[in-house]
């Protein structure tokens, strides 16, 4: 079968990381699909160093990609509202399906465009344009698609969420975490979209027509921005067991919709108030489900690509599969199911915590330790517990990651000692980062 | 056009919020997919007091559901192995699709029901079958698409993570605490499923498979429980800055696959050290997208009705709409866009936090309250901060839920009052819970 064509206007960050994913990524990418992607055609103003653009065909005119009657799915990544939006009509015009990450755009004029690409039979894919790398405009239209969506309460906005969060960790003012957040490129120059919620607002916009089903309304949200936080309240707050989160809100009332941005105070015990740094998250209340929490990166190069290029796979499958088999079972097609060997338990390579009972004599840490090292099981942290005299000791060990054969064999060396009472508790601990 | 028709077998837990949900939400399920879905036929070797079932054919004999030629989609939730999968291969011969909430089936019989499945044209639909109401299976199969994953850890099984919060929170001992959930339902009588790891280890097998691309090996998944956890434990890990939660674990190293559900101690900052009760959450790390984090109740009658009613959604729509159109652009079919109105800011109705600078004089805080209670609007705290003599001092108010009119009435009258030092600081609050 004849590989899907992939025009892409734009080499911008999210641009660049979309071309990696599929370039990394391309045999894994073939296996779920059952098809090949081939990106075919580019449209940039200026090239950037250290794109491989190799066999591609580039273009300066932009309109050339949305034109190209080769291209099968057009990718929108150049931002902005008029171009974007005469680029993307001119897409659908000539029949091409379109994935645009332009939350701006869809926020503004997401109903004519919608309407325009249902008249000419095609679709408009917009994951990216939401909290980044998480999948939550699937989850709001697909996963959650047995609810009357409730509520829904997001920190949408990372440089915003990151600037609040070296607030509160450093004790520093507003001006001076922006401009530090400038300097290391986590906030642009001109920084009035993230900080006074304007972003944050076009997000919100989309997130509340999917979850009730209405009309793109992005003129009525409520915006305020976070630029008049300031450390007091950060910290009269926390006294009163709260953080202070900078949320988008959308809310099904009696009465109507309430769509909002603004500062807010959330209850430090709520998941939402421990998303910290540039990280997002969106919590949905749905009256079946009650609460989900969709968390993850909400920007980024190879993370919003991921989002481009998960509905490049999705858009692939339909035009690929019978309807019936658009998602295989297991994720990859059925004949492309690898056999890797599975570990034993043994072979785990992860830290560990062992608890043991000793006898209270002099020298038995020294001797645990040394038997330890022997088997090359180095230690993070050691407790020693008061205890009553005459009794044993406790002794807590977390150990650095190594293989749980290396740990098993160093403790049936040690249960052998006089000194050890009883046997030793040994849990795994999980970093949640690579440890192989 | 027909309705889609539905045959279901069992009446517990899960069938009754799947039957409730396709009762309560039935309008909106049709501006979801298009057309309408209709239960026709339900199996059940005995009713159940309060289900509603008027209109539907009823039989005793599941297997007639699962051979009836009007079914167009069969959704097995009795449980159980043996009969589950003569269900199901009866449904399957007959040419019908299938939803299962039924995580052992899959883990243990995935491989050969999928290829079943695949040669007679018809798809089995499984996201209930891990982390009820939390959409993860669609979140990795298509969410996340663009991605190698590297690794998953997720809490899933809530019965198990109920017990390890109560242990904590309470400093009960395990037994104390089981035989507690006991009586509240929230554990079987026979608990090992749940406590010894096997659940969990089913549904790990399914989430490995689907991360990885490998097939279902649920006889590999190296499993621990946690009835060996004792109150020492818990609290030595948290003296080193850990919880213990009960994990599973696959990751995917040079060397082979990991698959593990044992205790784990995390590190208390990390956000699934903090979910709590019945709760589940599967953190997974993909190599584009980094670590997303998938949040929900793991199981219950609506929350694992709302995945299995999802999974119906996806079905209707792959068998109604032409394939570009199977999920509309706004989650609604386009003509069915519901016009609310958006309310002002002025009406939103939730708690306040109110910083005044106020004179340093007696009396000020009681008139401030005396006008709030004139507008209705009452306090659930108040702090006064300590100052420095004769500079203005810190009051720091937050009100119970009120709406921000009748609020800002109060704050007008207030700040006409010589003894306020500048305006006031006002910062919403939100509850995640019903304002309304």
Redesign the interface.
């Known amino acids: 079968m004849k590989p899907i064509s992939v025009g892409l206007v734009g080499l911008g960050t999210v641009a660049q990381?979309t071309l990696q994913?599929l370039k990394?990524?391309r045999g894994?990418?073939t296996?779920?699909i059952g098809r090949e992607l081939e990106v075919k055609h580019v449209g940039a103003r200026r090239n950037r160093d250290g794109v491989d653009l190799s066999g591609i065909r580039i273009s300066r005119d932009l309109m050339e990609v949305a034109k190209n009657p080769e291209v099968d799915i057009f990718v929108e990544l150049i931002g902005g509202v008029d171009y974007a939006l005469d680029l993307i009509e001119t897409a659908i015009d000539s029949g091409k399906?379109v994935i645009t990450a332009n939350k701006a755009l869809i926020a503004q004029y997401?109903n004519e465009l919608?309407?325009k690409?249902?008249a000419k039979?095609?679709?408009?894919a917009f994951?990216a344009a939401v909290a980044g790398?998480?999948?939550v405009v699937?989850?709001?239209?697909?996963?959650?698609?047995?609810?009357?969506i409730?509520?829904l309460?997001g920190i949408i906005n990372g440089t915003g969420n990151y600037i609040l969060t070296e607030m509160r960790d450093g004790g520093r003012d507003f001006a001076s975490v922006l401009s530090e957040a400038q300097a290391l490129g986590f906030a642009e120059s001109d920084p009035t979209f993230d900080v006074e919620g304007i972003d944050a607002a076009h997000k919100l916009a989309i997130l509340a027509?999917?979850?009730?089903?209405?009309?793109?309304?992005f003129a009525?949200v409520?915006i305020q921005g976070i630029s008049?936080?300031?450390l007091?309240?950060l910290s009269?707050?926390e006294?009163?067991g709260?953080r202070?989160k900078h949320?988008g809100?959308a809310?099904?009332?009696?009465?109507?919709?309430?769509?909002?941005v603004?500062?807010?105070?959330?209850?430090e015990t709520?998941?939402?108030a421990?998303?910290n740094g540039v990280m997002n998250?969106v919590?949905i209340?749905?009256?079946?489900?009650?609460?989900?929490?969709?968390?993850?990166?909400g920007a980024?190069s190879?993370?919003t690509?991921?989002?481009?290029?998960?509905d490049?796979?999705?858009l692939a499958r339909?035009?690929t599969a019978?309807?019936?088999?658009?998602?295989?079972?297991?994720?990859?097609q059925?004949g492309?199911?690898?056999?890797?060997?599975?570990?034993?338990?043994e072979?785990?390579?992860c830290p560990f915590?062992v608890?043991f009972s000793v006898r209270d004599e002099t020298g038995v840490l020294a001797e645990i330790t040394r038997i330890l090292a022997g088997h090359l099981v180095s230690l993070e942290?050691v407790?020693q517990?008061d205890g009553v005299v005459g009794e044993p000791v406790?002794l807590?060990l977390?150990t650095h990651t190594v293989h749980e054969k290396a740990l098993n064999n160093a403790l049936s060396d040690i249960n052998r000692r006089e000194f050890v009472v009883g046997q030793p508790?040994v849990?795994?601990?999980?970093?949640?980062g690579?440890?192989?």
Chains 1, 2 share one sequence.
């Open positions: 990381g994913i990394n990524n894994e990418l296996k779920r399906h997401g919608f309407e690409a249902q039979g095609v679709t408009i994951e790398g998480i999948p699937k989850a709001l239209r697909e996963g959650l698609a047995a609810n009357q409730n509520w309460a027509s999917i979850a009730f089903g209405i009309p793109l309304n009525a409520s008049g936080i300031s007091l309240d009269c707050a006294d009163l709260y202070i949320l809100i809310r099904k009332t009696k009465n109507g919709v309430e769509m909002r603004h500062p807010t105070l959330i209850h709520q998941l939402l421990n998303v998250a919590q209340h749905g009256d079946a489900v009650g609460s989900t929490l969709h968390y993850g990166p980024g190879l993370a690509g991921s989002a481009v290029v998960a490049l796979v999705d339909l035009l019978d309807p019936i088999n658009r998602v295989p079972h297991l994720a990859f059925p492309c199911l690898k056999n890797l060997p599975i570990l034993s338990i072979e785990t390579l915590y608890r942290s407790i517990k406790v807590i977390l508790v849990i795994r601990v999980e970093t949640l690579d440890q192989g």
